[in-house]
């Protein structure tokens, strides 16, 4: 690292912090408004603030639009790539996504949609995707994704909760091995839902022609070949660009909103100044247009940038192997990748020696971008050597919509340490609290907490739940917004985020880190993944129990490398851990976006009634950690 590094940081960090109008003001000027703001903070309604108040502008139009008009139109904007769908590859210019964009605007439309009306999108990764949630934007609609094949139920939760006009879906989604019929879930939840949505509109997929309602369901192609183009409406900058549901802990979904003008403004500028990235660049973020990590950046902050966004239909192995993604990089030469610790464990598992990376031309890969759960350093390390490129951990939430914590790439890199996401980043005034909101010594670990105001692109609010976002948010650290992360901030001013404050266990009066355990146990040689829970005990409170998932090929005795995980967390964290039991899975319970669902398996080992997460990539998972659990004498075996 060049001390040129740490001075462009420090310099821009501490200048957002003591006059936030005049970094962000200057920031914004990157963009096309169409009425310049009055005011670029505004506390005086909200403590945690709204930005570029009195300002209009079109997030499509400087996503697509202002591309084509300042020349850039035959670059290319969106490549898709589906293994799943018999290795299709579609590619379109900003002129092109631009035409249909205007032209599926013109389709809601004529349906009835307009500024401030709701629009559901419950679809797969295709390109009809991108263009349904940029015609949202074109006519200041609200989009609400929802990721495609969600249960009907809870898909009704959220028809109910949006109310939207018009719901966006397609015949079907493709796994690995199966077709997955949408229709007769959308079917469902309408029939479920207290609100009906006057008209749906369907993408008929060939894997699955799906069977349309007359008088509700519209064909996609037959409407878009009748459509008018329409042009992009200014907005308020404070105006909703989506809702976006993200899990709550009473079981009801919360629905973050997102404002127009903040949101366009910090994506801009976070794909320079975190990712490195330039217009013409490639940048592909391997995740779900469902989850935040999509809308941030498979659609918004690349096109915003005039990058060429990578959008991708299929997994990190079995789409046809580990190699999958090395493939993808090659084929369409990737500059930056941005993807989940979660896909290179599994990457890792399948193949520990990376030998299927010999097969593939990565010169133009440059950087490798890890976040949505704290990167183990073993996972870190092996992707450093295998790719021999920086790999570089950042710390975000749906909530904040970008990075908390990052490794700032456009203000040149600083030094990796294994575990930390580095340090804060512009715009964000991280603490660490006590539970009496005072700040805790460097080094200790305590509650993370952004002072307010926070930046721009961060949640305005909850849909239809303003006391429910004050409540969730603010009420427990009265001038901050509680993540409900837990971590600490070293002497270096690296933060380190350890684990979800519900991670947080207490053994024998001992505030312990699951998360420090968890890096034990990643770190044995033949441990591909692993998840540590806190579990219910007369005698200590609670009491951590480790999952394992082993490497692909390892043919050893489960109970040796159990007890060898033992030792080595009693030798790296101490007895106080009082870290004893261990157990060998063949998978963990997670995600469709790839999170340990650690909160469920603690339900099931304290043998507590618990509610399926509906974002649960495979139910049957929980029936094998109960198993798992009883022959430690936990979860059933507890009665």
């Known amino acids: 690292m060049s001390s ?43 403590p945690h603030g709204q930005w570029f108040v009195g300002g209009e502008l079109n997030t499509c139009y400087n996503a697509l639009d202002r591309h084509v008009e300042n020349g850039r139109g035959d670059y290319l904007a969106l490549i898709y790539d589906s293994p799943v769908a018999g290795n299709k590859v579609a590619r379109f210019t900003y ?9 599926f605007a013109g389709v809601l439309k004529s349906n009835g949609v307009g500024k401030g009306d709701r629009v559901i999108i419950y679809m797969p990764m295709i390109p009809e995707t991108v263009i349904a949630m940029l015609a949202c934007a074109r006519i200041g609609a609200i989009h609400s994704v929802v990721f495609g094949g969600f249960a009907s139920n809870e898909l009704a939760v959220r028809i ?3 109310q939207p006009d018009v719901i966006v879906t397609a015949s079907c989604g493709i796994e690995i091995n199966r077709i997955i019929p949408y229709m007769p879930l959308l079917n469902d ?22 069977e349309l309602q007359s008088g509700r369901d519209i064909d996609w192609e037959e409407a878009m070949g009748a459509a008018e183009p329409v042009d992009c ?10 809702i976006l549901y993200t899990s709550g802990t009473t079981g009801m979904p919360k629905g973050v909103v997102r404002d127009n003008g903040g949101h366009a403004v910090a994506l801009n500028w976070t794909m320079n100044t975190i990712y490195g990235v330039e217009a013409g660049d490639v940048y592909w973020a391997a995740s779900d247009v469902g989850w935040v990590v999509g809308h941030s950046y ?41 993807t989940a610790p ?18 593939y031309d990565l010169g133009h890969f440059e950087t490798l971008f890890l976040a949505g759960e704290r990167t183990d350093p073993d996972t870190l390390s092996w992707a450093e050597e295998k790719l021999e490129i920086p790999v570089i951990d950042h710390w975000w939430q749906t909530e904040t919509g970008w990075s908390i914590a990052a490794n700032h790439k456009g203000y040149g890199f600083l030094p990796v340490k294994p575990g930390s996401p580095t340090k804060v980043a512009p715009g964000w005034d991280l603490q660490v609290l006590d539970d009496q909101c005072n700040p805790m010594p460097a080094g200790e670990v305590g509650a993370l907490c952004a002072k307010l105001p926070m930046p721009p692109g961060s949640l305005l609010t909850l849909w239809n739940a303003h006391e429910r976002f004050l409540e969730s948010y603010m009420e427990e650290f009265p001038g901050y917004y509680k993540t409900a992360d837990a971590g600490f901030i070293d002497e270096d001013d690296y933060v380190f985020v350890m684990s979800r404050t519900d991670d947080i266990i207490n053994v024998a009066g001992h505030r312990l880190s699951t998360g420090a355990m968890e890096e034990v146990l990643a770190g044995h040689g033949d441990v591909a993944e692993c998840a540590v829970i806190g579990v219910a005990d007369q005698l200590k409170g609670q009491l951590p129990v480790g999952f394992l998932v082993l490497k692909a090929g390892v043919k050893r005795d489960s109970e040796d490398i159990v007890t060898e995980v033992v030792q080595l967390v009693r030798d790296q964290i101490g007895p106080v851990a009082a870290f004893k039991q261990a157990v060998v899975v063949q998978r963990l319970p997670k995600t469709r976006s790839g999170k340990i669902l650690r909160g469920t398996m603690q339900k099931v080992a304290d043998n507590e009634e618990h509610r399926i997460p509906a974002t649960i990539d495979d139910p049957d998972i929980l029936e094998e950690i109960d198993e798992a659990l009883q022959t430690l004498g936990l979860s059933s075996a507890r009665q």
């Open 4 to 46: 040129d590094a740490e001075n462009n940081y420090q310099q821009a960090h501490a200048l957002s912090l003591s006059d936030p109008e005049a970094f962000w003001g200057l920031v914004a000027e990157d963009l096309h408004w169409v009425k310049r703001w009055d005011k670029v903070l505004d506390t005086s309604q909200t």
């Open 95 to 103: 002129s092109e996504l631009k035409d249909l964009t205007a032209r």
């Open 160 to 162: 109910d909760d949006a």
């Open 189 to 210: 939840a309408i029939d479920i839902a207290s609100y009906k949505p006057s008209k749906t509109i369907v993408v008929q997929r060939p894997q699955e022609i799906a």
């Open 233 to 242: 409406v200014p907005v308020k900058a404070t105006d909703p660009l989506y």
């Open 298 to 338: 498979i659609v918004y902050g690349p096109l915003l940038k005039g990058c060429t966004t990578i959008l991708y239909e299929g997994k990190p192995v079995g789409t046809p192997d580990a190699g999958a993604f090395w493939r993808v990089i090659a084929d369409h030469e990737v500059n930056t990748l941005f």
């Open 342 to 359: 979660t896909a290179f464990r599994a990457i890792k598992k399948e193949d520990p020696d990376g030998t299927l990376l010999e097969k």
